[in-house]
């Protein structure tokens, strides 16, 4: 990234320089030394957070993000005089959906996803009474059990740090993947 006097210059965009020098959009190809003659300084953009556990402003002119922990339970909707917000039709508190919420129903939308791909043999069934092979059966019943251990396991999560640790891919010494992440581990496809 690049600044001018405290302001952002992007790749790709043409700037005005201190001068009253219009540079094109394809100032990025000029010389480092270039550029740093003209005032430019090159800042060094620190590491992106990870977008799934928080909330992620910036780059700021130093190239520093700021983060803020997402919330892992739900957190109870107030109004801007701390009073709840109550929802007129079901009477109950509103609140915004926590990690372990959101990542709960992603898991089961993904196990409705799994299924339906041999609904198929339940369909045709009904329909003639042709038997459901076993292999099918077998791995609908593997896809709920997967479903039940990783909704269990986000349900168990104390803290970010322990729902952060469902994401991270089992590996062996020399680094190479040995299964999946716990949030992703269905059984194979048939």
């Known amino acids: 990234m690049w600044t001018l006097n405290g302001r952002v210059i992007r790749e790709g965009r043409s700037f005005i320089d201190d001068n ?24 060094t953009v620190e590491p992106k957070p990870d977008v799934r556990f928080y909330w992620v402003t910036g780059p700021d002119i130093t190239g520093a ?48 996803s799994l299924l339906a791909e041999t609904d198929w043999a339940y369909i ?10 076993a292999d099918i059966q077998t791995h609908r019943d593997e896809v709920r059990l997967a479903g039940g251990i990783i909704e269990g396991q986000i349900s168990q999560c104390v803290d970010l740090d322990a ?18 992440a716990p949030i992703h581990n269905w059984p194979d496809p048939i």
């Open 124 to 133: 045709r069934k009904q329909d003639t009474g042709t038997a459901v092979p």
């Open 20 to 43: 009253g020098v219009k540079h094109p959009a394809s100032w990025g190809s000029y010389e480092a030394s270039y550029k740093t003659s003209i005032g430019l300084v090159e800042v």
């Open 65 to 112: 993000y700021t983060s803020v922990e997402r919330a892992l339970e739900d957190v109870p909707t107030v109004d801007e005089d701390g009073v709840p917000v109550i929802d007129p039709d079901t009477l109950v508190q509103r609140s915004t959906p926590g990690l372990k919420t959101q990542w709960i129903a992603q898991i089961k939308a993904t196990q409705g």
């Open 163 to 180: 729902f952060k640790v469902l994401f991270v891919v089992p590996t062996d010494a020399d680094g190479n993947a040995t299964g999946n």
